[in-house]
């Protein structure tokens, strides 16, 4: 593939794929599906176009957007879209990649897409952002529809930026659909959306607790990173379920407690929700002294022994070296509220520990399945909007928590069976996930006739 760019994240998450099917007995069972890879890693489709837009001095501004809607075989596309200064194709199609096997976890009638636009909001007005929202949907509007393709939010593209985007979409195509997700509640959003990712990951992290024998959230003490929408929710549902909080970060550093008893509080938590509202940094969080700031770092190796780490940032935040030491400080638990949270070198640790140390192993469940509850909700608020409803909290919470389940049981049951495993190792929900969305889209596209 000399005649292709360098994709260096799209490849990570494609071998990532390739090697837990290869290792487990998938193609030995069902060797037509061997073929299907070349099929599955290409999009069905990618966008790319300029965004011209103004600034507030009157500076014309030109930005390039894009959508890499991947694979529709089980539903209209669906994915969120990242404004932030490092969005590349390749960075999307691994999202993508990603996106599509996370949806398929979700047991919802959902494809797989991502897209987005390399700019930076933090350093953005409220009309730029506007301005450039409209620019931005002009093109993308011919690409994308309630059946179709619907986007939802990712880093850099909040409520703001949705309302944004649904104003220009709907004026532009003349059409109030449910096109976007995250919407807001008085125009067709979902309760539990904001809170979805972060609570999923909680969820799912519990009954890999359960499974382990090892109790509930209760009493556990758990380092997160980032701090931003997953994060903020993550840390709040893990304080609700009376876990310990020692750990908050972003991208200039991190906040690790002094002690237990200076953790993280929910009120610690509303403070830095409005902070990052106003697109301020960690750094401007006030605290007593109760915090220790750690320049240009990641909390994993400055948290002393955790039994839950959480990364919920961005991609690639947990390098091998850093998984060695959560494994030697006796963490139970690494379940990615980002994507590919873990690079390919830290999962690689995790699995061989798993193998080698059967029950007393840290065990490890990857992005597309712990994270999958933000795009779980996003798909009931399709089904919402397809109905015009609007469920209770209860409801969706509830909804929530048994696709997280599924996803969970999904997990170790085709782990179970494509895995050889001696004695009593843990399931690889590495592989058990892989291998679940890989057979239900590869499934999907045979019965389709896009692979025969």
Known sequence: MSHLPVEPEFEQAYR?????????????QHPEYRGALDVVSIPERVIQFRVVW?????????NRGYRVQFNSALGPYKGGLRFHPSVNLSILKFLGFEQIFKNALTGLNIGGAKGGADIDPKEMSDSEIRRFCYSFMTELSRHIGADTDVPAGDIGVSGREIGFLFGAYRQQRNRFEGVLTGKGLKWGGSLIRPEATGYGVVYYVQHMLEYMGKGSMAGKRVAISGSGNVAQYAALKCMEMGATVVSLSDSKGCFVAKSDAAAFTPEHVETIMGLKDHRRPLTDFEHDGRFVWLEGARPWVHVDSVDIA???????EVSKEEAKVLIANGTLVVAEGSNMGCTLGAVEVFEADRRVRGPDATWYAPGKASNCGGVAVSGLEMAQNSQRLTWTREEVDQRLHGIMKEAFLNGVTTANEY?????????????????????KVI??????????
């Not at 990532?16 to 030995?28: A, G, H, K, M, P």
């Open 310 to 316: 959480l990364p919920c940032a961005t991609q690639n």
């Open 54 to 62: 103004e600034d507030d001095k009157g500076n014309l501004r030109v």
């Open 443 to 452: 499934r999907a596209m045979k019965d389709q006739g896009d692979l025969w």
């Open 16 to 28: 990532e794929l390739v090697i837990t099917l290869e290792q487990s007995t998938l193609f030995e």
């Open 419 to 439: 895995v050889k495993t001696d004695g009593d190792e843990l399931p690889s929900l590495v592989a058990g996930s892989n291998i679940a969305g890989f057979v």
